[in-house]
């Protein structure tokens, strides 16, 4: 057999190992808020420890360590960087029919918090990681693998943390398990912006409505007004534009019909909104949060000013910043991304379609730096839901697919 062959044979004798490995995972609770993650991250350096792994962990904060491990030739001609996080959303306990934190398997799959979001993919990363490292000296590249914490509250202490003050995380190219699904393979995603609105108004009692308007009606027509953002024109690169245009089809397939409509536009969502203080009290103060999705091609500035102009239409109404991340994309035809949609299609005949995302990953974080990230991972079943889970196939085509992607880029 060849090199190939024989890790796709090591990765079916190891299949109970691989399922009970992510299985023993989702049961380590490491939900982010409130985001210690300590408990996760001893289970994956007990893992690799017991396969003989050096590797260091980084914690700017106790509660959220980071693992990082790393091997190289003596004179490497390409660096790849594995990156997964060990933290999950918090648990809802309304629709579970499983134990959000049993790792149960029913009917081929595996249930509970976090598994395709995105435990999952980090089990990906880290059986990948330890099976290059058991031919490392066939390879001609640098490996690092990054456990992070933090990922799902946008990563001060994870990979934010690790990409400003650890050089080795940032490679020449990254590979995310992150959710996909066997059909896309994820090259961008959009950026996003959170303001804070407020309405002032002088407020009164509810029957002297000649006196002041009310703080929540003039906050109900700002929102209307804000749907006019959807109408901002995009201009992004044209190799972008046109991955865009062909990966419709795949993008409806994967978050649900409508969904190909809003990849290029500027998306708008009230997520939170508070105001007044009794039913016959004309409400002298209304705030709510924003969140506004970007597609590349669309720049901060334009969002502001657009902003600024609906504010202006009434008084007493301002917005603040939150917080913002840029749209963030890479070549959708690079090298790993060739690799990756080659050795995916060769193992299922589902050659996967590059595609930008709706949601927000620390990959964005490699592409700031010029460093091309790519994320192939599971479908998203009940993700930030009920019932979340990851079907055994999945899962282990997951794992084929990394392994033999990693060793195609550094042999």
Not at 35 to 50: D, I, K, P, W
Not at 200 to 227: F, M
């Amino acid at each position: 057999m060849g090199e190939k062959e024989q890790l796709l044979a090591a990765i079916e004798r190891d299949r109970e190992e691989i399922v009970e490995f992510l299985r023993g995972f989702i049961r380590v609770k490491s939900p982010n808020p409130p985001g210690n993650t300590q408990a996760a991250a001893r289970y994956v350096c007990a893992f690799l420890e017991a396969e003989g792994l050096e590797y260091q962990v980084v914690a700017p904060k106790e509660e959220y360590p980071n693992i990082v491990a790393s091997f190289s030739p003596a004179q490497p001609l390409r660096h790849l960087v594995l990156n997964g996080h060990v933290d999950v959303f918090p648990v809802d306990p309304v629709g579970w029919t499983k134990d959000p934190w049993g790792g149960e398997m029913v009917d081929g799959k595996i249930f509970g918090r976090g598994a395709c979001d995105m435990k999952a993919g980090t089990a990906a990363s880290i059986f990948t990681y330890r099976y290059m490292h058991r031919i490392r000296d066939k390879l001609n590249g640098r490996l690092t693998l990054t456990c992070v914490s933090d990922e799902e509250t946008l990563g001060p202490w994870g990979s934010r943390y690790l990409v400003d003050n650890c050089p080795v995380v940032l490679g020449d190219c990254m590979l995310s398990g992150e959710p996909s699904g066997r059909n896309a393979i994820r090259f961008g995603e959009k950026g996003l912006l959170w303001v804070t609105f407020e309405v002032r108004r002088p407020g009164a009692h509810g029957s002297y409505t000649h006196k002041s308007e009310s703080a929540i009606k003039v906050a109900s027509r700002v929102i209307a007004d804000l749907e006019a953002l959807a109408e901002i024109p995009a201009s992004p690169p044209r190799e972008v534009e046109e991955a865009i245009i062909k990966g419709e089809p795949f993008v409806e397939q994967i978050w649900g019909k409508g969904a190909a409509d809003i990849v290029p536009k500027v998306t708008v969502n009230i997520g939170v909104i508070a105001g007044g203080l009794k039913n016959n009290m004309i409400p002298s103060h209304c705030k709510f949060e924003v969140d506004i999705r970007i597609p590349p091609g669309v720049d901060k500035g334009t969002i502001i000013r657009e902003l600024e102009r609906i504010a202006g239409r009434y008084s007493q109404v301002t917005f603040v910043e939150d917080h913002f991340t840029a749209p963030a994309y890479c070549d959708p035809n690079g090298e790993l991304s060739e690799l990756v949609r080659r050795n995916a299609n060769q193992l299922t005949n589902v050659e996967p379609a590059p595609i930008v995302s709706l949601a927000g990953t620390d990959a964005r974080l490699w592409r700031y730096r010029g460093v091309p990230a790519y994320i192939y991972g599971p479908p998203p079943v009940g993700i930030a839901s009920h019932d979340e889970n990851v079907s055994v196939d999945d899962y282990l085509h997951v794992v084929r697919t990394h392994v033999l992607s990693a060793y195609d880029y550094l042999s």
